[in-house]
Nanobody, 133 residues
């Protein structure tokens, strides 16, 4: 089991920045990639960024590309999401996730795929981000 604890959410004006953190513990060595998702009430959870441990490979949803940066501190077992140029439409509950897919399932395909693949996802609790105009 992998335990994830997200923090860093808050309220900010449009154009501002926030940095989310996610501390991982437990069976972290089994993780193939990690990601950030967000969800607004009444809508499906949406993947926004993913990273492979070691940080060499990342992927972003089009809605956040160029504004958000995912990174990882392996020594601290901590995942980050730097969010710049925030917009009101970024308002959501943000979740971090550790993905452990069985081969040959590709990790980023789980993150950006359909919800039926979320059986391979370990979720942290959410942290609320609110962006006002």
């Amino acid at each position: 089991q992998i335990q994830l604890a997200a923090s860093g959410g808050g309220s900010v004006q449009a154009g501002g920045s926030l940095r989310l953190s996610c501390a991982a513990s437990g069976a972290t060595s089994s993780t193939k990639c990690m990601g950030w998702f967000r969800q607004v009430p009444g809508k499906e959870r949406q993947a926004i960024a993913a990273i492979v441990p070691g940080g060499d490979s990342t992927s972003y949803a089009d809605a956040v590309k160029g504004r958000f940066t995912i990174s990882q501190d392996n020594a601290k077992n901590t995942l980050y999401l730097q969010m710049d140029s925030l917009k009101p439409e970024d308002t959501a509950m943000y979740y971090c996730a550790a993905v452990v897919p069985p081969p040959p399932v590709v990790c980023f395909d789980v993150v950006f795929g359909t919800p039926d693949l979320y059986e391979y996802v370990n979720w942290g609790q959410g942290t609320q981000v609110t962006v006002s105009s």
